[in-house]
């Protein structure tokens, strides 16, 4: 009777383990017996046939994650040079966008210093007008620029970079 009562004592002890021919965990059971059935084995064989194939099947997963890795790093890398064309176009626009608005000024400028041009005056009195607006775009984007220039300017966050465990040897012995 002691003996039935300790015997007892560890099965209560021990509830999340139960046996076939291996102690595993009590969840495995229906996945194991689901296995053996669709193979039309018995449980002990079906383990036995997962033991062998481990070697494999190990190998494929691995290839498949690899793969897959692969793809999502592609893909990502992808979009980084999306995003950064994206931004070099939005950066080009916002250029041309500040050229024409500097231009604007410096023209007002002039012409509110009283320096106006007719449509009849000469060639040359023409490009000398269009000269000192020029000259006064390049000094008020010189102008902005300092001021840019001032702004600071966003970190860019490092990205994680986690060393892959290398895969173990590959054993040819069973297969």
């Known amino acids: 009777m002691r003996s039935a009562y300790y ?3 560890k099965r209560r002890d021990d509830k999340q383990f139960s046996t076939y021919n291996l102690r595993m965990r009590k969840d495995l ?13 018995t449980i002990s064989e079906a383990l036995e046939d997962l033991v062998r194939r481990e070697n494999s099947m190990s190998r494929d997963f691995r290839a ?3 793969r897959r890795l692969a793809e999502a790093s592609q893909k990502a890398s992808q979009e ?7 931004q070099k176009q939005r950066l080009e ?10 231009n604007r000024a410096a023209n007002v400028e002039v012409q509110l210093e009283g320096l106006t041009i007719t ?12 000269g000192l607006v020029e000259e006064r775009a390049s000094v008020i984007r010189d102008e902005y620029q300092d001021e840019l220039s001032r702004i600071p300017k ?3 966050r490092s990205s994680a970079s986690l060393p892959r465990t ?3 040897p590959p054993d040819n012995s069973t297969d």
Do not use: G, S, Y
């Open 29 to 41: 059971r229906p996945l194991l017996r689901h296995l053996a059935k669709n193979q039309n084995m």
């Open 80 to 86: 980084a040079e999306h995003k950064e064309e994206l």
């Open 166 to 168: 290398p895969p173990p």
């Open 7 to 9: 015997q007892w004592k």
């Open 64 to 66: 498949e994650m690899d």
């Open 119 to 130: 449509d009849q005056a000469a060639q040359e009195e023409r490009e000398a007008f269009e």
């Open 154 to 156: 966003a970190r860019r």
């Open 93 to 102: 626009q916002h250029q041309r966008v500040i050229t024409q608005l500097t």
